[in-house]
Nanobody, 115 residues
Framework: VQLVESGGGLVQPGGSLSLSCAASGFTFSRYVMNWYRQAPGKERELVASIASAGGSTDYADSVKGRFTISRNNVKGTVYLQMNSLKAEDTAVYYC?????????WGQGTQITVSS
């Protein structure tokens, strides 16, 4: 299993960013995909999840209405569109999948929200 995130960077408060996670090594269309984040000094937290067929999504309360998770099962890619970014969204963002009871993680991508 390999997960490769891209799209991080520096953005001003109120701005937008889009993350991508290219997956390989497993049957992508069969698994729930997740985005987590970890801020300095804090535990890693679940930000958003999307069901295997893409019809059902779930979000942390802190990002509801601002973030949108989506997936393309043909491309084997999951996305996170982040709008109205706040300073408290600053963190390393990780793509995640659980396959056969084992968690797999991408390398992470840094998002910094600052003026």
């Amino acid at each position: 299993v390999q997960l490769v995130e891209s799209g991080g960077g520096l953005v001003q408060p109120g701005g937008s960013l889009s993350l991508s996670c290219a997956a390989s090594g497993f049957t992508f269309s069969r698994y729930v995909m997740n985005w987590y984040r970890q801020a300095p000094g804090k535990e890693r937290e679940l930000v958003a999840s999307i069901a295997s067929a893409g019809g059902s999504t779930d979000y942390a309360d802190s990002v509801k209405g601002r973030f949108t998770i989506s997936r393309n099962n043909v491309k084997g890619t999951v996305y996170l569109q982040m709008n109205s970014l706040k300073a408290e969204d600053t963190a390393v963002y990780y793509c995640n999948v659980r396959v056969f009871s084992r968690n797999y993680w991408g390398q992470g991508t840094q998002i910094t929200v600052s003026s």
